[in-house]
């Protein structure tokens, strides 16, 4: 009985060799494939190639900025520099004055005075609106 479990041991781990040696191999063969599309796509786009591409890129940005420079100068003449800035300001100032008169007619006039105190005149009214005033103001230094 030991030689039999002895021989199925041994069989055992021959099975198990057996296999991690496929997996070896399958897993050479996938290297290898991967080698050699790496091998491809290194051909096809070397380093010389993206140099240049490069290269062009630089060239093309130059000439559109240079491009730039001639239009902002070209109205520049012809409009006048400080006519230009003058006239920016002025739409400028529209726009923001148009905003400003938007959101002042969204939130209406705010309150000048403190909310249950009244702006009558004579002196009850005023001196219950100074009482008033005075005792919020301890209750907020309690604070």
């Known amino acids: 009985q030991s030689k039999f479990s002895i021989t199925a041991a ?7 060799q057996m296999t991690n040696m496929q997996m070896q191999a399958k897993v050479s063969s996938v290297l290898g494939d991967a080698g050699e599309m790496m091998a491809k796509v290194n051909a096809g786009n070397g380093t010389k190639s993206v140099i240049e591409n490069v290269r062009m890129y630089e060239k093309e940005g ?3 900025e240079m491009t730039q420079e001639m239009m902002d100068d070209t109205l ?3 409009l006048g520099g400080s006519e230009i800035d003058s006239a920016a300001d002025d739409v400028l100032a529209e726009v923001l004055d148009g905003v400003s008169m938007e ?4 939130f209406g006039i705010a309150p000048t005075h403190a909310p249950g105190i009244t702006k009558a005149s004579g002196t009850g ?4 609106a100074h009482d008033e005033l005075a005792d919020l103001m301890k209750r907020l230094e309690r604070l």
């Open 62 to 64: 130059a000439k559109m």
């Open 10 to 16: 041994h069989l055992g781990g021959m099975g198990y």
């Open 103 to 106: 959101v002042g007619n969204r």
């Open 125 to 128: 009214t005023e001196t219950a």
């Open 76 to 78: 520049e003449s012809v």
